[in-house]
């Protein structure tokens, strides 16, 4: 095994004690905070229990990257993203806001809790990821 | 007595691990804990403890869980939609001439949870060796580890995918 590989990984390991947040959680944060309300906290280990994958990025129309979806309010309410479950009928409705709404307010969007693949530079007190 | 009771329960679990080891939502400095939804939620430690266990990402031996039945997590919200997603179990072995074990692919635990086109072919072509993949991209959070390293598995588990070991080169076996 290449030498760097192992420092790569040891350090992934070492960011990771200092990481928070859940494994796979992701913060959504395009508008909310423009807008004055929390980021919005996506748990994965919390809907995995429930559903699997490709429900929500080939059935619904989550794209699998960090950032890359634009997602409003209108189009929940219409059913779409979140709202695709989150519409009173297969979970809880839009009107509980702070349920998703949740974060501290100026957190940046992408993933918490996460090894950070770039080493032990990359990190920080979180690792966030985005591409 | 009761100190021993406690401790012989915890060794007789079949499964499990404790709540502690999840950091709750107040303290992970994520959520707000002023937030007035965080009462409403789950704690990462409150679903997952019972789960087999693991010591890095969720903690959590997912593909175990799945196939031990101990989740059953739905595949589908319509049933036109249930026909598109089927198991696949075939093995790929990749990485034949590096210096790690050699790795295994199994097609069975990704089709159990994805569906062919989240990885075919925008990701992986669907032939075998048509796709160049190298750690150095899966570090970078592409390729396998668009996934390992955010939701499945970390790529701390280097055995769990360099799995099958390579025979023995021949100067070693000739001593």
Redesign the interface.
Known sequence: MKRWLIWVVLGMSLVSLSAQGEYGDVVLNRYADKAGVRPVVFPHWFHRLRFTCNVCHAEGGFKMRAGSNDITMGEIVDGKFCGMCHNGEIAWSAEFCHRCHSGRPGLAGGFYGSQDPSGPSGGGDFYQRRH | MLGQWTLDSKAQAPLGQSQDN??P?TK?????PR????S???D?GA??FELPPHQ?????L?AKALDRGA?S??????PN?SS??QVLDMDVLLDLRG??AVVRFPHKIHT????C??CHDALFKSKVGETKIS?YN????EQC???H???AF???E?SFCHSVERPAPKWRMSQ
Do not use: F, Y
């Open positions: 999840w950091i939502l992970d400095q994520v959520h707000d937030g007035p939804g965080l409403e939620l789950q990462p679903g997952l890095s990402g969720n903690r959590v997912w989740i997590p739905r595949r589908s919200l319509t939609e598109k997603v210096s790690m159990q949870w994805l569906a086109d989240n750690m899966i570090l970078q959070g580890g668009l996934c390293g955010s939701v970390p790529l701390t280097c």
